[in-house]
DNA sequence: TCACACATACCGACCGGTTAGTCTGTCCCG
DNA sequence: CGGGACAGACTAACCGGTCGGTATGTGTGA
């Protein structure tokens, strides 16, 4: 039996990750030793450097995982059949939703992307424009249509709007009395009234 | 002559604070080592743990200095003799305003802020509370007078702006076709547009 | 079917370098 | 001449990354 799996039934690597993100999240980069993260993995070190090239590669991944995922959910909510409004209110809500299920990612997101090797901060961010210009493109369809107000220029609304979902983490407690959904309910409609023409 | 102000006017403590707020920004609290910091400031190490206590409790005193400075303009706008849409209004453009002519402190606050020990970070953390509190109480009386609509609770509507606020750091560039004033009118009208009945 | 060759997965001691903080001493002002 | 304001050498603790080594599995040719 290969040792990739052995003690626990998840690969290796993908306990890395993941011990990874919850201490980064809990602790920030550059206060999380390479040591804690195999400790909290259960392997060594020579684990950790056979799979990945370095600590920085690491927090790399880590970023590639979340941004591939939201990507996906906003095209598919962004290409849906349906009015503009309800797309852009849908795609408003769900970065919400998925942003406070996975909070690990979304503290070091915005905590730690500057500890990026400057070559992978720039993919980062190139990756990250990609997205906005998606929900931009949204916005300044519905202008098109004159269902948005068009007083704000669209990628000011965008900022606007990703700036507080980015805040979550530092704010949401997901022991208080408002569920995502509601909390994601709520968010959306303050952007849909904004938008009002 | 005292060596506190030589080579240059200013006293040291002020020139320490002022290279320690510049190179937190630049590249993290964890990243900043002390030597990096005297040597900025012009001074040795000595200087340094004769004023501070710790390289801690100079992230503590850039904190302190902002919530200050904050705290007293909000409290100047939301106290002043207009309706409250106005004073509203002007609170929320002042923020965005004054957080961009301290870009600096902006971005340490929002990275750092989990590097304070527990006990400054909790201090901090009132404070702040405070000052939302005094923004939230703005748009509840605004409420309460029928002027602002009341589809969603005040303190996530002041999660909502802060949240954008705080990530200017991020993503507004001083050498970009807005001007702060601009931008400002421009993110206080989306939060009355958010508010209106 | 067995033996040999090789790859993969992982261990853990170790290294060069960095860091926050301390301590002793010096200088100068009142 | 006493004490505040510093200088700067020093220390003890880490930290990221490397490297030689080992155990296990897999493919292959006779």
Same mark, same amino acid.
């Given at each position: 039996?290969p040792r990739t %799996?052995?003690? $626990?039934? %998840?690969?290796v690597?993908?306990?890395?990750?993941a011990?990874a %993100?919850?201490?980064?999240?809990e602790q920030?980069?550059?206060?999380?030793s390479?040591?804690?993260i195999?400790e909290?993995?259960g392997?060594t070190?020579?684990?950790?450097y056979?799979?990945f090239?370095?600590?920085d590669d690491?927090?790399?991944?880590?970023?590639?995982?979340?941004?591939r995922v939201?990507?996906?959910?906003l095209?598919?909510?962004?290409g849906? $059949?349906?009015?503009?409004?309800?797309?852009?209110?849908?795609?408003a809500?769900?970065?919400?939703v998925?942003?406070? $299920?996975?909070l690990? $990612?979304?503290?070091?997101f915005?905590?730690?992307?500057?500890h990026?090797?400057?070559?992978?901060?720039?993919q980062v961010r190139a990756?990250?424009r990609r997205?906005?210009?998606r929900?931009?493109?949204l916005?300044?369809?519905?202008?098109?249509?004159?269902?948005?107000? %068009?007083?704000?220029?669209?990628?000011?609304?965008?900022?606007y709007h990703?700036g507080s979902?980015?805040?979550?983490?530092?704010?949401?407690?997901?022991?208080?009395e408002?569920?995502?959904?509601?909390?994601a309910?709520?968010?959306?409609?303050?952007?849909?009234?904004?938008?009002?023409p």
């Amino acid at each position: 039996m290969p040792r990739t %799996t052995d003690g $626990d039934g %998840t690969p290796v690597p993908q306990r890395l990750l993941a011990a990874a %993100t919850r201490l980064f999240a809990e602790q920030g980069y550059d206060r999380t030793s390479v040591q804690e993260i195999v400790e909290a993995a259960g392997v060594t070190k020579g684990a950790l450097y056979h799979y990945f090239g370095s600590k920085d590669d690491l927090l790399h991944e880590v970023y590639a995982r979340v941004l591939r995922v939201q990507q996906e959910r906003l095209d598919a909510f962004a290409g849906a $059949d349906a009015p503009v409004e309800k797309r852009l209110r849908d795609a408003a809500a769900d970065v919400v939703v998925t942003t406070i $299920d996975n909070l690990d $990612d979304a503290s070091i997101f915005f905590r730690s992307m500057h500890h990026l090797s400057p070559e992978k901060n720039k993919q980062v961010r190139a990756e990250r424009r990609r997205y906005h210009e998606r929900f931009r493109a949204l916005i300044e369809e519905g202008q098109r249509e004159g269902v948005f107000s %068009t007083a704000t220029p669209a990628d000011l609304v965008v900022d606007y709007h990703f700036g507080s979902v980015h805040h979550l983490s530092t704010w949401y407690r997901p022991d208080g009395e408002l569920s995502p959904q509601d909390l994601a309910d709520h968010l959306a409609d303050l952007l849909l009234r904004a938008l009002r023409p």
